[in-house]
């Protein structure tokens, strides 16, 4: 008998196909852990096929040979390539087994890389699901760091200037705050400063060490179409001083002055990608002291 959470996901799996009349080809992504590596293998394959509708269904936690044989026989009633990352050996011979049995397309993808790590280690692996999700030290600060660049976003409380591994300074759309999260994400405390002509400076962020300052310069017209883009999104009318380019040019000068003034580092981020401006960030930043010996993150970890 297959387990209830299985037993629902092929419900679902029914219940979608009936609702959408889906009878095409489907992949069956089969985990036991969350199925998030194989799903993401997955689709990273797929797109290389154009537009090709394939239905994906998801079946986390599999532990249990039993439940690999129901997959596998839903699998047969059309047309199903089943991508597992199950660690647990047997019930990955039980999945070999099932798919070659009734002829089913399977592609394990967890095997042939452990099989690969063990001869360049010389060592079997531990062999438990769900390690990489496990919320140790790292995922905590992850999830301070995140926090902290919400708090801080915009400069709402100066005081974080004081609090943060790198403060990122430029004038309004210029990726301060997506370039924030995603640092966070690479658990640094972020905070940033809108530079507005009009707006006196932090005297915070005069005591903020320069080499945890990041400048973000940006071409003035391609921050006008930014900026009559977001206009349009939020039902603002074209003309609005937000949007003219005399007074961007203005606000670019100031940011410059502030740049110079505060003797920090400058990031053209001109129709970068967010990825590879927070990388830019990295390089400029102090490197990051090591983790302390009680597994605890020092302020400006990254990994």
Not at 1 to 19: E, N, Y
Not at 243 to 263: N, S, T, Y
Request: some cysteine.
């Amino acid at each position: 008998m297959p387990s209830a959470a299985v037993a629902q996901a092929l419900f679902d799996v029914a219940a979608r196909s009936a609702a959408a009349s889906l009878d095409g080809p489907r992949v069956f992504i089969v985990s036991d852990s969350l199925g998030e590596t194989a799903e993401l293998v997955t689709k990273a394959a797929l797109s290389q096929f154009g537009d090709t509708p394939i239905t994906m269904h998801r079946f986390p936690m599999i532990s249990t040979s039993s439940d690999v044989d129901v997959i596998v026989l839903a699998a047969t009633e059309r047309p199903t390539l089943i991508v597992y990352t199950l660690i647990v050996p047997e019930v990955r011979q039980a999945m070999d087994a099932a798919t070659e049995a009734r002829g089913v397309i399977a592609i394990d993808v967890m095997g042939p890389m452990m099989s690969g790590f063990i001869q360049l280690l010389g060592e079997p692996p531990q062999l438990r699901p769900g390690l990489i999700h496990q919320m140790d030290a790292a995922y905590f600060r992850r999830i301070e760091c995140v926090e902290f660049a919400v708090k801080y976003d915009d400069a709402r409380d100066p005081k974080g200037f004081l609090l943060a591994d790198v403060v990122l300074l430029g004038v309004s759309r210029c990726s301060k705050t997506p370039v924030s999260m995603y640092l966070a994400h690479r658990r640094y405390r972020v905070a940033n400063l809108p530079l507005v002509p009009e707006v006196p400076l932090p005297k915070e962020i005069f005591q903020v060490p320069r080499h945890k300052m990041v400048g973000f310069r940006i071409d003035p017209r391609t921050l006008t179409d930014i900026r009559i883009e977001r206009m349009r999104t939020m039902g603002l009318r074209r003309d609005a001083n937000y949007a003219d380019p005399g007074r961007i040019l203005g606000e670019l000068e100031w940011a410059d002055q502030v740049f110079r003034k505060l003797g920090c580092a400058v990031i053209d981020v001109t129709n970068k990608a967010i990825e590879e401006t927070a990388v830019r960030v990295l390089e400029i930043v102090s490197p990051p002291p090591p983790t302390g010996p009680s597994g605890t993150f020092p302020a400006g970890e990254g990994g």
